[in-house]
């Protein structure tokens, strides 16, 4: 019988080797992010594969499983110890090797299995890992999901089973890269800068961007697992400045980088401009729009409000849905709503049929905007951005709050700025004007400038977004009249990055 899982074990012990180890803050809202070994060993990873093939069987799937494995120094160990977990637990395990998360969610269709486990921590630094699970594609976990595994995992409810199954499937990367790139090619002369910041997308993003009949330009695409120049996230404003300057000495007419396991996309415009993906996102709303009238589209709350705005999405008669933030939350309610497109300020978009599968994918978002470019043979991609009414925004910063109290935090801030309207205080001279509390809380005043403060659902922090339509001054104002209140909770530390 497999042990229960400790969370007190210490490295270089006796009991470390033999006895898993997983720290319950590992599971997180919609997916699971652990540091390693510190916060989960390989036993543990065993318990976490045991516990996800228990959970498959208690849902009534097949338990058929694609695995795969970003590119960091000890993924393929934990991937191992996944496979040797969930063999454990009866499954059929297709191991895809080395995959971005989306050509591991692509695999349950070309193998038509309706589970996966990726094993990735995405953005996050080195010394992470992590797990993105699914058993209903192309939908991944949410709270309920995890919160089933976790109960599993940690009381030791594991059931053993006979009939584990391992399956190598060699040839999934090229799968993937021939569905994306057999159609009709690029017309327009496109030169675009690939940033890949040395993470998994360095092996695919360049052929496939290639493979539709555009002009690449590779920037740190070579595979190093030390991250050498910058962490591989596109919300990484070092990241952005490094595409930045690669756009502006190359000429080219666009820059795109992807995150660690490639299934978000940042954009830089062909003047050297940064452009958040929530912004992008309207762009591109407002090109598919134009072709597909009355669209649904969902955003998440970090997002601009452009979308319910912008007269051209009006215009076209397109509908928005303001939705929790989360890869699983939003492509959840993409689906419910059979929306086109759902977008994250963070650059998840999750592209359904006719255009995707319904699965975030970074390199689908790129090609999304090559064709926007294409269809628009006349116009930079710095005229499309300016054609957007301007509005004023900050990047998603995130100051340290611990896991076992950040959701209380928010909730002292929910309460703050619920008490604040109720009793028609002020921020910046005006009047609360309306509170979204799906997810957190974005504040909204009377000339529309927002701010939002949530807890972050894959590390230790808050997440703090703000954005004014009318100036500059109103971004900034909005940030500190937060950040003071937020800052007086003794929990909360220092920014990762600040306007």
Known sequence: MFPKPRADLKPNTYE??????????????????????????????????????TLFHEMGVRPAVAVGQDYRSYSVSIKQALIIGL????????????????????????????????????HNENGWTGVKMGAQRPLTFGPDEMGRVKEIV????????????????????????????????????????????????GHFAPRVLEGIGV??????????????????????????????DKVLSEGADVGLGFDGDGDRCGVVDNTG???????????????????????QFVVDVKSTGLFLTDPVLIANGAKTDYWKTGHS???RRAHELNALVGFEKSGHYFFNPPIGRG????????????????????????ELREALPKTWGSPTMSPFCP???????????????????????????????????????????????WGLVRASSNKPGLVVVVESPTSEANMRGMFAEVDKRLSANPEVGEYDQKI
């Open 16 to 53: 470390f080797e033999t006895q898993p180890l997983v720290s319950p803050s590992g599971f997180r809202e919609y997916d699971a992010r652990w540091l390693y070994p510190e916060q989960i060993n390989l036993n543990g990873v065993q318990a976490l594969g045991l516990g996800l093939g």
């Open 273 to 295: 401009e940064e452009i958040f993906a929530d912004k992008v996102g309207v762009m591109l709303a407002r090109d598919l729009s134009s072709r597909f009238p009355n669209a």
């Open 329 to 331: 939350y939003i492509k």
């Open 359 to 382: 699965y975030d994918d970074g390199l689908v978002s790129a090609i999304a905007i090559c064709d926007m470019l294409d269809r628009n043979p006349g116009k930079k991609m710095s």
């Open 215 to 244: 002009e690449v330009i590779p920037l740190d695409c070579t595979l190093d697992y030390t991250f050498p120049h910058y962490n591989p996230n596109p919300e990484d404003m070092e990241m952005l400045h490094a595409l930045r």
């Open 87 to 122: 063999m454990r637990a009866g499954c059929e395990v297709h191991d895809i090797g080395l995959a971005l998360s989306p050509v591991a969610y692509f695999s349950q269709f070309a193998l038509d299995v309706p589970c996966v486990a990726m094993v990735t921590a995405s």
């Open 154 to 201: 940690l009381s030791g409810a594991f059931k053993e089973r006979e009939g584990g199954k391992y399956i190598q499937v060699t040839d999934m990367a090229e799968r993937y890269i021939a569905d994306l790139t057999n159609r009709p090619k690029i017309t327009r002369k496109l030169r675009v800068v690939a940033a890949c910041g040395n993470g998994t997308a």
């Open 403 to 449: 896991d076992e109290v950040k959701y209380e935090v928010v909730e002292r801030m929910v309460k703050l700025f619920t008490d604040m309207k109720a009793k028609g205080e002020t921020m910046l001279g005006q009047k609360i004007r309306d509170l979204v509390t799906v997810n957190g809380v974005r504040v909204v005043l009377e000339d529309g400038t």
